[in-house]
C-alpha cells in the first residue's frame, strides 16, 4: 500500500508540472493564433461612424482555407470590400451576413464600400 501511495503523489507532482499553459512571450505579449475554420467578423452597430472598431475582431488572423464570416450586427448595409481586388461580399444587409474563403497566405487590408473610414485586415497564414 505504501508503493501505490508514493507512486500516486510521483505522478499528481508530474501532472502539476505539466499543467503551465502561460503562452505569453518574453516581452509580455500573447502571440497570435489563427482562429478555428469558420471564423466570424461582427460589423458593429454604429460601425458607419466607427473606422477601425467597426469590424471585430480586428484584425483577425486564420489559417489558409479558412472561411470568414461577416455578420451585420449594424441597422445600415456594408461590405468587406478588400482594398487589392482580393474579394468582396458584396451588400450585407442589416442583420444579414456574407462569406469568403480564404486560398491563399497574405494580409488582406478591406473596407466597406458605402463607408470608406470602417477598415480592417485579415491576415492568413
Known amino acids: 500500500m505504501s508503493f501505490r501511495f508514493s507512486m500516486s ?6 501532472m502539476a508540472g505539466c499543467g503551465s499553459s502561460n503562452t505569453s ?3 509580455g505579449t500573447t502571440p497570435t ?18 473606422s477601425t472598431t467597426a469590424y471585430s475582431p480586428n ?6 482555407g479558412t ?4 455578420v451585420n450586427g449594424d441597422n445600415t448595409a456594408h ?13 450585407i444587409p442589416a442583420g444579414g451576413s456574407a462569406s469568403h474563403q480564404f486560398a491563399a497566405a497574405g494580409s488582406f487590408p478591406y473596407h466597406c464600400s458605402f463607408h470608406p473610414d470602417m477598415v480592417a485586415t485579415v491576415n492568413v497564414q
Not at 484584425?59 to 489558409?64: C, F, I, L, Q
Open 9 to 14: 503523489i510521483l505522478a499528481a507532482i508530474l
Open 79 to 91: 461590405t468587406a470590400t478588400s482594398n487589392t481586388g482580393a474579394f468582396s461580399t458584396g451588400t
Open 59 to 64: 484584425p483577425m488572423t486564420v489559417s489558409v
Open 33 to 50: 493564433t489563427p482562429s478555428p475554420a469558420g471564423s466570424t467578423i461582427t460589423i458593429v452597430s454604429g460601425a458607419q461612424t466607427l
Open 25 to 27: 512571450t518574453s516581452n
Open 67 to 70: 472561411t470568414v464570416t461577416w
